[in-house]
Structure formats: structure tokens, C-alpha cells
């Protein structure tokens, strides 16, 4: 199943879900997409930005030079 955002000519957004990306393509030359808001057939796929989440482990810290990065917690410690 996948999630899109379609928004129709008279720019109403709206999410459907579609069994893979050929069902939209189907469905969309069936004509059987219509807006919810105003019942206009001419619906496209809306920009939608990628849904990113945050990464669960943190980035390295910084390697230390052999002289001491003197900036960390092990600075003097070298």
C-alpha cells in the first residue's frame, strides 16, 4: 500500500491510498479519482517531500590527534 497526496485543479489537497503505484495510474485513466472537497475529476499526484526521521544512534564524536584534540573530554588526558 502506499500513500499519496493528490490535489485536484482547484488546488483542495487530500490523501488516498493506493495498492502500489500502477493502481493510481489506473485509477487516474478510469477517471475514478475525484476530489472529496469539490468532486472535481482532475486530480494529480501533489509535490510531497520525503518523510525523513532522525536517526536513533548519535554521530562520532571527533577523533582526538595524538597531541590531544584539547576540546573534548578527554582533553590533557592524552
Not at 487516474?28 to 518523510?51: D, N, R, T, W, Y
Request: net charge negative; with cysteine.
Amino acid at each position: 500500500m502506499i500513500l499519496y497526496t493528490l490535489r485536484c485543479a482547484h488546488d483542495h489537497h487530500f490523501e488516498q491510498w493506493f495498492d502500489n503505484s500502477s493502481d493510481y495510474d489506473a485509477k487516474k485513466a478510469a477517471g475514478e479519482l475525484v476530489c472529496p472537497e469539490c468532486g472535481e475529476k482532475h486530480v494529480e499526484k501533489a509535490i510531497m517531500a520525503p518523510s525523513v526521521g532522525k536517526s536513533a544512534a548519535a554521530a562520532p564524536a571527533p577523533a582526538c590527534t595524538p597531541m590531544g584534540c584539547g576540546g573534548c573530554q578527554f582533553a590533557g588526558q592524552h
